[in-house]
C-alpha cells in the first residue's frame, strides 16, 4: 500500500526565498515555474504559509507518502482508523492530524520523476525525525495502521532515547523518545531531516562557498558514517547531512 516517501512539504514565509535557499543546500538548479525541489529518492514543496510567524518549522512541515492507488490506500487507512479526506483531484488523501498524533501526514500517487534526476553531491533524503512522548502509540499508528516496516527499537541510557526506525521505500521515519522526560500523551512532531550525501567532502566545501553555514565534518553514531549540521538557509527546519558507507537501505 504505501511504496515510499513522495516528498516533504514545507510551509514558508517566502517560497522564492525557501526555493533560493533549498537550491544551496541541496545543490539542484532551480526549475523554471516550479515550486518543488526533485531530487534521487523525494521531493521538497513548498507552499505560502497562510500566518507568518505563528508556527516553528516542525508545525509546517508535512510528511507524504506514496501508493499507486489513492482512492485504494485511503479506503484501507480509514478502515485502520485513519480517517482523512480526498483532495486536489483524488491526487491527495489527507489524514486527520488527530489521527497522527499531532503530525501532518499525507499520502499521494507515486511518481517516477526522480529516475531521470541527474547525480549530485546530495543524493537525497536519508530520514525524517519524529519527537513522540510515547513510542507505544507510534508503533501502533507507524507500524500498525501505515503499514511501515520496524527495523529498529533501541533504547539507549547513554544518550538517554528509544529510537524506533520504519523503513519506507528505502528511506527512515525515525521516531525519538526522551527517556528521561518519561511517557506522556502530548503530540507528536516532525523535528528535522537528515540527507544523504554521496560525497559529503564535497558537498560540505560547496555548501559552504554558496555561503551555508555549517558545522565541522563529525564521526555520526552510525558505524561507518560522518556528519555535519546546517545552521542556516532551511526555513528553520534542524537540518543533517549524513555520508559514508552503509546507508542503502531496501
Not at 512539504?9 to 522564492?16: I, M, T
Not at 522526560?181 to 507528536?188: E, I, N, W
Not at 516532525?190 to 540527507?195: D, E, K, M, N
Not at 556528519?227 to 526555513?235: L, P, S
Given at each position: 500500500m504505501i511504496t515510499g516517501i513522495d516528498h516533504i512539504?514545507?510551509?514558508?514565509?517566502?517560497?522564492?526565498q525557501a526555493l533560493e535557499d533549498y537550491c544551496a543546500v541541496l545543490g539542484r538548479p532551480r526549475a523554471e515555474g516550479r515550486d518543488r525541489l526533485q531530487l534521487e529518492n523525494v521531493a521538497v514543496a513548498f507552499r505560502q504559509?497562510?500566518?507568518?510567524?505563528?508556527?516553528d518549522a516542525a508545525a509546517r512541515l508535512r510528511l507524504v507518502l506514496a501508493t499507486p492507488d489513492v482512492e485504494a490506500a485511503g479506503h484501507r487507512l480509514e478502515r485502520r482508523g485513519l480517517a482523512g479526506t480526498i483532495r486536489a483531484g483524488d491526487a491527495l488523501f489527507e489524514i486527520d492530524a488527530a489521527a497522527t498524533h499531532g503530525v501532518a501526514i499525507g499520502v499521494t500517487r507515486a511518481n517516477d520523476v526522480a529516475a531521470s534526476i541527474a547525480a549530485a553531491d546530495i543524493a537525497g533524503l536519508d530520514h525524517v525525525v519524529v519527537r513522540t512522548p510515547d513510542p507505544e502509540r507510534a508503533v501502533a499508528l507507524y507500524g500498525g495502521r501505515l503499514g511501515l516496516d520496524l527495523r529498529l527499537d533501541r533504547t539507549s541510557t547513554e544518550h538517554g532515547n528509544r529510537l524506533l526506525?520504519?523503513?519506507c521505500g528505502g528511506l527512515v521515519v525515525e521516531i525519538s523518545h526522551d527517556t528521561k522526560?518519561?511517557?506522556?500523551?502530548?503530540?507528536?512532531r516532525?523535528?528535522?531531516?537528515?540527507?544523504r550525501a554521496r560525497d559529503i567532502d564535497l558537498a560540505h566545501g560547496r555548501m559552504a562557498a554558496q555561503g551555508v553555514d555549517v558545522s565541522e565534518i563529525r564521526t555520526g553514531r552510525r558505524p561507518g558514517?560522518?556528519?555535519?549540521?546546517?545552521?542556516?538557509?532551511?526555513?528553520?527546519?534542524p537540518t543533517l547531512v549524513i555520508g559514508g558507507e552503509g546507508l542503502e537501505r531496501s
Open positions: 512539504a514545507l510551509e514558508v514565509e517566502s517560497v522564492p504559509a497562510s500566518e507568518a510567524g505563528v508556527r526506525f520504519f523503513v522526560k518519561g511517557l506522556g500523551s502530548g503530540p507528536d516532525i523535528f528535522g531531516l537528515a540527507w558514517t560522518r556528519v555535519f549540521t546546517v545552521r542556516n538557509r532551511t526555513a528553520g527546519v
